[in-house]
């Protein structure tokens, strides 16, 4: 607060005594442990219970260990997506939205193949599965499209186009599932009439996790890896991300690389709300994201855009996630701790990443 | 419907817009200072739940909303200090800040779920300002203490921006924060201190919610509600009358989104709660942006001009950006 001293005073001999910058990234991440814990000593319970009873929670059994694959597959998805427009220099927060409509086109193409109580039709379920999350990545395209032509052609920020948008999708979700797709009786939140098992996606064993969903998430990851590294697109992404004004005049065509962002941004979303459909719900649901899509953002800020160590964070979020389902049932908490730690981890890394810039040695002396 | 029936919804609309009214004003003050203070969302939902829980433990409403404006700045702080102090992304803290205090506020505030707690004395009508044909009935008759407070917070907000010294000062460090400092003014003090108001602003929102216009707390109590605030601001121009005048015109969508649901029975009536959102981005994206240029640009010179004047809304210069004071 009291910034009154003068100009030169504040930065310069900060500098000079700096510590390493690894200092004040691990202080940082010390620190957001501590208050985790300090969060959960204030709602009475004790850190060591809850921690104890969260892995338990994620690893205990062949079931658990399902679900967090389950859960990792889509977050997979999201974040390789999302490097693209994280790259590209954009807060895509209509993920959400894009995952949502994804499932909503993989539902509409699977109740128009196999209306309700239809046991056969013109393609067979494998087919019928394979169309429906075709049909999701391009549903997630269109959705994800809209938002950049708003952004790019009508200049509105793509934060609130996207969350515009976000609203617009779980409106038409809501409207789809208590008008014109509610289940025979009642209508409920608890979603559509659940498909005939023939259209559910096989599993491992009885887990709920899904081959194929690993699979994709595993594909689309690795080959946002190598774009991202190896291949003009990528370098072209990131050069409009640093400097737009820069890279158009360099030749970067500007616009059309910020709308392929959106675009496979929007694809990969949109297949993760179709396996969502397939793999997870068999039917579709007001929450059909499961706020994944805004995982995947805390994901890709934590890893800092670089798609090299998506895979181990996405795999902790993901036991985070599951982990905590428990808490309500053995402790009495609510699972909403795994929402808290991962915002403090990664609003830590943040802080801590400024420190290192601001007060760290500088490496050349 | 009658005319009476109709100016009892309008004024239902405007009273439950005041939250919102805090809430814009708030970020329309940070915002001007040129700082983004992207978690309103989780800001106002925990402080929701602070104020909730502070006023139920103390056995009184006003302290509810003094920790809840406590909380809101204490925020606020996490912002400013990332954002001005280290130069991070004002975007990525924001974000990160408003998904974490969600969570936080639900974790938290589970033993509080669903339980009677104290609620701001009831509503009392303005003797002489009540009887005003049309404006009496539509803004001092429904409305309680807060509703009062918002007009208040409305009027201070706009005669400091435009019309005394030190809003000048604030407008200057969120247009041309170098021209500022060159004339000896401490942008970064003064960033700190409008985001810090801000944020409390926003933390009595919140705090407005769970004490008065949404009594209670339960899971995700005010969701949705600061994504719009931030997005009535855009809608406002950075002008806190227009901001207000964003919130009114939400309540009033949301007040028509009731009346259309007895309305039109076919549609379920979920969907009437999300329209108003929907609506109100609709409208954020018609008047920002390029189309409105356009539009104009085929009008006559001298009607564009001043067309132009009234309805165009560019944000501060520096809205966003970190200042390099060397």
Known sequence: ?365 | MESAQLLIILATAIASATPLVFACIGETITERAGVINLSAEGTVMLCAMVGFVAAKTADNVWLGFVAAAIVGALIALVVAYGAITLKQSQIAIGFVLALLCSDLSAYLGNPYVRIPGPTVPPRFPIPILQDIPLIGPLFFREGDILVYAGYVLIAVTWFYFYRTRGGLTLRAIGEQPAAAFARGHNVIALRYIYTLIGGALMGIAGAAFSLDFKAGWSYRHTAGYGWIALAIVIFGGWNPLRAALGAYLFGMLQSLASVAQSAIPDVPTQVFTVAPFVLMILVLVLTSGDWLDRLLSYLPVNARRSLSRALRTAPPAALGRPFEQD
Not at chain 1, 72 to 99: D, K
Not at chain 1, 126 to 144: C, T
């Open chain 1, 1 to 365: 607060m009291d910034s009154t001293a003068a100009p030169q005073t504040m930065t310069a001999p900060a500098r000079i005594a700096g510590l390493p910058p690894a200092f004040y990234r691990v202080g940082a991440f010390v620190i957001s442990l501590i208050l985790v814990a300090l969060i959960i000593l204030i709602s009475g319970a004790s850190p060591v219970t809850v921690i104890g009873s969260m892995v338990s929670g994620a690893f205990g059994n062949a079931d658990q260990i399902g679900r967090v694959i389950a859960t990792l597959s889509p977050l997979l998805l999201c974040a390789a997506g999302l490097v693209y427009t994280f790259n590209a220099g954009l807060y895509n927060l209509g993920v959400e939205g894009q995952i949502t409509f994804g499932a909503i086109a993989a539902t509409w193409v699977l109740r128009l193949l196999y209306p309700e109580g239809a046991t056969a039709s013109l393609l067979p379920p494998p087919l019928a599965i394979a169309l429906a999350v075709v049909v999701g990545g391009v549903g997630g395209v269109l959705w994800g499209l809209l938002a950049g032509a708003l952004h790019v052609y009508g200049r509105i920020s793509e934060i609130f186009a996207g969350l515009g948008l976000n609203f617009a999708a779980t409106g038409i979700a809501i409207y789809l599932i208590f008008g014109p797709w509610k289940r025979p009786g009642v209508a409920s939140l608890s979603g559509t009439q659940p498909f005939d098992e023939s259209l559910w996606l096989g599993t491992f064993g009885k887990t709920e996790a899904t081959p194929v969903a690993l699979a994709l998430g595993l594909i689309a990851l690795i080959v946002t890896i190598v774009v991202m590294r190896n291949t003009y697109f990528g370098l072209r992404l990131r050069a409009v991300g640093r400097n737009l004004r820069a890279a158009y005049v360099l030749g970067v065509p500007a616009r059309r690389q910020l709308l392929s962002a959106f675009f496979i941004c929007g694809l990969f979303a949109g297949i993760a709300g179709a396996l969502q459909v397939v793999g997870v719900f068999h039917r579709l649901i007001p929450n059909i994201s499961s706020n994944l899509g805004f995982l995947g953002l805390l994901v890709v800020m934590l890893v800092n855009f670089d798609p090299l160590w998506i895979l181990p964070v996405a795999f902790f979020f993901s036991a985070l996630n599951v982990g905590s389902l428990q808490l309500p049932l053995s402790l009495g908490l609510e699972s909403s701790l795994s929402g808290v730690i991962q915002g403090l981890l990664v609003l830590f890394a943040l802080l801590g990443r400024g420190l290192a810039q601001k007060y760290g040695r500088k490496p050349e002396g």
